[in-house]
């Protein structure tokens, strides 16, 4: 079961996710949204990691996304 969490940054939605992989780890996912037009939704490549909870995964999202904002948004 993939669990999500989203926060709000700089007029950008964060759609942090983290899924399950073998052995009880996770991976984190990030969908970026802009909150103004377009708000076309983007997936953000984010360098696949082995967490140990889904914490930990949702907050690499996190701050992926927020170093992207900075660097690219």
């Not at 007029?11 to 899924?19: H, I, K, P, S, V």
Request: one cysteine or more; hydrophobic letters at 40%; charged letters at 25%.
């Amino acid at each position: 079961m993939e669990s999500t969490r989203t926060f709000r940054h700089d007029g950008y939605d964060l759609r942090c996710g983290a899924r399950p992989l073998d052995g009880g780890r996770f991976a984190p996912e990030l969908v970026l949204c802009k909150q103004v037009w377009p708000t076309r939704p983007r997936v953000i490549f984010v360098e696949r990691g082995n967490f140990a909870s889904e914490a930990a995964a949702i907050e690499a999202a996190y701050a992926h996304g927020v170093d992207w904002i900075q660097n690219y948004g």
